[in-house]
């Protein structure tokens, strides 16, 4: 079973996004977390299989999270989707400059997202 792991501080949000993935038929066990140290930590316990990760949160954002997972040399190939309402180009350009593999801005379509995390994970 596929593991994801969802770091989004919107506590709403952070359910939308697994009650969607629960509903996808991903066959995918999710766990949410609610900031960029909590993700860390938890990723260090026990490694996803891909991360869907916000850029704005408290204590450390994504882009210092992606980075963190990125030159890690046991996490460096973890596929880390960046969702945020930062939809700007230059948003996009910098989340995978820190090395994200997909930028999805909010609101997406839930179709994005499914296929997104599915192509990612097919490697």
């Given at each position: ?28 066990s999710v766990v949410s977390v609610a900031d960029g140290v909590e993700a860390l930590e938890q990723i ?45 180009e230059f948003d996009k350009y910098w989340g995978m400059k820190q090395g994200a593999d997909a930028y ?20």
């Open positions: 079973m596929t593991t994801v792991l969802v770091v989004e501080d919107s506590a709403t949000q952070r359910q939308m996004i697994s009650d969607l993935l629960k509903e996808s038929g991903l066959n995918a260090k316990n026990k490694c996803p299989d891909i991360v869907v990760l916000d850029i704005v949160m408290p204590r450390m954002n994504g882009y210092e999270v992606c980075r963190e997972i990125k030159t890690d040399p046991k996490t460096e190939n973890l596929p880390v989707i960046m969702c945020s309402s930062k939809g700007e999805i801005a909010k609101p997406f379509e839930p179709s994005e997202l499914i296929g997104t995390i599915k192509q990612l994970l097919r490697g």
